[in-house]
T-cell receptor
């Protein structure tokens, strides 16, 4: 257990529905990252937050995806009008920026299946 | 694209040392080598990282060649629980470079530890 939690762990939805995932980072970690991992591939970067500010978004993050981190604590990732291609594991990671080197600690992930 | 090259798969006998190679011939002077592993259906787990000196912790040892163009992760006494996908990643230090610190994963090496 790294201290990063994600909920739900599994989500099954029908195509066209909206889904929302939550990530609770390690306390006092000021950077939070979202990644997506499809079967047989390594995780791919989606977006990251420095406190409450979303500072970079990947081209993978289409306009159906939105992420927030209110008050710089937990974060949510919402997918609107889900498509079968959105089926993947969604991973969250956090770090504390401020030391000379830093290590991202990952949560267990949320596995999304779109039927 | 990932800046590292790893063999797609390796086998190791239980109790023996597992040596996982990684090539990173284009590594820059301000980039660290990180190793993560991912056990089936879990989030990636941090193992170890280094800049140019060899490193050891309770999980593994990291040997980096003098020219820093390749490295080897060593699991000294592999167990069945070490069966996982191992990712080698190069990344700049966030504090020094001011960049996102995102991790760019390749496809990793699938290590199968056999009894």
């Amino acid at each position: 257990d790294t201290g990063v939690s994600q909920n739900p762990r599994h989500k099954i939805t029908k195509r066209g529905q909206n889904v929302t995932f939550r990530c609770d980072p390690i306390s006092e970690h000021n950077r939070l990252y979202w990644y997506r991992q499809t079967l047989g591939q390594g995780p791919e970067f989606l977006t990251y937050f420095q406190n409450e500010a979303q500072l970079e978004k990947s081209r993978l993050l289409s306009d159906r995806f939105s992420a927030e981190r209110p008050k710089g604590s937990f974060s949510t990732l919402e997918i609107q009008r889900t498509e079968q291609g959105d089926s993947a594991m969604y991973l969250c990671a956090s770090i504390y920026r401020g030391v000379s080197t830093d290590t991202q600690y990952f949560g267990p992930g949320t596995r999304l299946t779109v039927l | 694209d990932a800046k590292t090259t790893q063999p797609p798969s390796m086998d190791c006998a239980e109790g023996r040392a597992a040596n996982l190679p990684c090539n990173h011939s284009t590594i820059s002077g301000n980039e660290y080598v990180y190793w993560y592993r991912q056990i089936h259906s879990q989030g990636p787990q941090y193992i170890i990282h280094g800049l140019k000196n060899n490193e050891t912790n309770e999980m593994a040892s990291l040997i980096i060649t003098e020219d820093r163009k390749s490295s080897t992760l060593i699991l000294p006494h592999a167990t069945l629980r070490d069966t996982a996908v191992y990712y080698c990643i190069v990344r700049v230090v966030i504090v020094l470079s001011g960049n996102t610190g995102k991790l760019i994963f390749g496809q990793g090496t699938t290590l199968q530890v056999k009894p």
